[in-house]
């Protein structure tokens, strides 16, 4: 009987560490991301990425940096930056709506960001 109560403990103990492990995982998303836009071979077309949970394109185009970050469950938004010290921000927007930013491109340092809250 007694060994029987043990992997009953054991088993029940396992059960709830694996379930809180499954939990915290659930929701385990990156809440922010930047990448340079430099590189305009590789950026002349929107680039889209799903990260965090929602969908991010960001380009350059001629002398504009810009950047979209949507996501369906959580306030976002994004932000261009270039070398000059030029920072747009969308500033935070709701679930379910498009964050858009946009700036003059320098010669180099262009970068685009997205944040979840």
């Known amino acids: 009987m007694k060994v029987y109560s043990k992997i ?3 088993v029940v103990t396992l059960g709830l560490v694996v379930g809180v492990s499954n939990e915290v995982y659930a929701d385990s998303q990156p809440s922010s991301g930047e990448v340079s836009l430099d590189k305009p071979a590789k950026n002349l077309l929107k680039a889209t ?3 965090g949970g ?3 394109k960001h ?3 001629g002398d504009m940096n810009y950047s979209e970050y949507y996501h369906s469950t959580r306030q976002h938004s994004t932000t261009v930056k270039n070398s000059t010290g030029r920072s747009v921000s ?3 927007v709701a ?3 498009w964050a ?3 700036c003059k491109a320098s010669l180099s340092g262009n970068k685009a960001y997205w944040n979840t809250k």
């Open 54 to 56: 929602g969908t991010w």
């Open 49 to 51: 990425q799903k990260v």
């Open 59 to 61: 380009w350059m185009t």
């Open 8 to 10: 009953a403990v054991a």
């Open 100 to 102: 858009k930013a946009s």
């Open 90 to 92: 969308s500033g935070w």
């Open 95 to 97: 679930k379910g709506k």
